[in-house]
């Protein structure tokens, strides 16, 4: 039994490793943002790139008590304090990199927007 609970572990962990590899496509490839976005950092790491990320509207994200939270795939996700970005948004708007696998959505970098 505790082999087949490691074996399940394992087999979940690298699943969820391969949902959360880097997907850039070439798109952004001349955008005059692409340096800064491939820099981005959380408390998490590298946030990748804005091909990674996900643009997040005003009613999908909110702020209280000093903590965001954001709306994806119609449920509300906490943001860990460590996966905000701390520098100015450029690109002036919010912005997610969200990790999905097979035990659910978890926010590796939150670049919070305006909310104007």
């Not at 609970?5 to 943002?33: C, T």
């Not at 990320?53 to 000093?66: E, F, H, I, L, T």
């Not at 970005?85 to 708007?93: C, L, M, Q, S, V």
């Not at 919010?94 to 305006?114: E, Q």
């Amino acid at each position: 039994m505790r082999n087949l609970r490691a074996l399940l572990v394992a087999v979940l962990a690298l699943l969820a490793a391969g949902l959360v590899w880097a997907r850039d496509d070439g798109r952004y490839a001349n955008s005059p943002l692409k340096p800064w976005f491939d820099s981005l950092r959380s408390g998490r790491g590298l946030c990748c790139s804005n091909a990674d990320g996900v643009a997040v509207s005003d009613p999908d994200w909110d702020a209280k008590d000093g903590h965001y939270r954001v709306r994806l795939d119609g449920q509300w996700i906490d943001v860990p304090d460590d996966a905000v970005i701390k520098e100015p948004n450029r690109a002036g708007h919010t912005m997610v990199w969200p990790n999905k696998s097979p035990v659910g959505t978890s926010i590796r970098c939150f670049l919070p927007g305006t909310m104007s």
